[in-house]
């Protein structure tokens, strides 16, 4: 079994726990199609993650505002729709410009087609997104600190937020678990403060959102649709939310062979 092939059976662990709340290992494995001992060695690395809450002879699924949060979790759902967002986004960038990229996963699916978009400025608190851009040549990257998040992969906190305050960049591009017509929403605090100190540092504000955060919300709102000036979504989103965003900012609609919606900016000046 390749690493690939792993993940891809510890994502068919993690979705049908989490959506039947509890499972047991024999289940698990008729599922996978893989031995009981494979199955608990999965369950194992899962808890490890945080993704999922180990018992004997099975596992448990977490609170949705555990999982979620999870960098693990969230680097293994949505890929090919992520993808396709990003490839849509990276047509906005240019080079010579500021950018911020927060610590999403579709921001560090971003972060891969941009490192040869020269001379370019990357400021982030994500290690991971660090990590891609580090000693990449006519890249000038900008670290921003904070209390070191285990479960974001990235830094956040106070300090985190002077950091940001302290800057102006040409473009903010973020992510957020839940959207609706009208509103941006996360369901931690430490996340939405420095979401949207990272708003206010730029001159264009994008947001990136596949269909599965759409339609939702969360505890805490972190910005309304209409401050950001382009909305990327990936095509599954059902069109009357596209209509109703497209009212308030231009949305670019991300086809899975790496196109946009014709109708990109349809109702922009409507806002």
Do not use: W
Request: with cysteine.
């Amino acid at each position: 079994m390749t690493t690939t092939g792993a993940e891809s059976r510890r994502q068919t662990i993690a979705e049908h726990v989490l959506k039947e709340g509890t499972a047991t290992g024999a289940e698990l494995a008729e599922l996978t199609g893989v031995s009981l001992m494979t199955v608990h060695r999965d369950l194992d690395e899962l808890s490890r993650r945080g993704v999922l809450r180990r018992f004997r002879g099975g596992a448990s699924a977490l609170p949705s505002t555990v999982f979620e949060s999870n960098l693990d979790y969230r680097l293994g759902v949505n890929v090919a729709e992520k993808d396709a967002i990003a490839r849509a986004a990276a047509e906005l960038v240019e080079p010579g410009m500021s950018v911020l990229l927060d610590d999403s996963t579709s921001a560090l699916a971003l972060a891969a087609l941009l490192v040869d978009v020269t001379p370019l400025t990357v400021v982030t608190n994500a290690r991971r997104v660090l990590d891609v851009f580090a000693g990449r040549e006519g890249i000038r990257l900008l670290a921003l600190g904070g209390e070191y998040s285990h479960t974001h992969d990235s830094f956040l906190g106070v300090a985190c937020v002077e950091a940001v305050e302290a800057l102006s960049v040409d473009m903010v591009i973020v992510s957020t678990s839940a959207m609706d017509a009208r509103m941006t929403y996360h369901q931690e605090q430490d996340v939405v403060l420095v979401k949207r100190a990272m708003l206010a540092s730029g001159t264009r504000k994008v947001l990136l959102m596949d269909h599965t955060k759409l339609a939702r919300t969360a505890l805490h709102r972190v910005a309304p649709v209409a401050d950001f000036d382009q909305v990327v979504v990936d095509a599954a989103v059902d069109g009357e939310l596209v209509r109703s965003l497209r009212r308030q900012t231009e949305v670019r609609v991300a086809a899975a062979d790496g196109g946009t919606d014709p109708e990109d900016g349809a109702g922009a000046g409507d806002r």
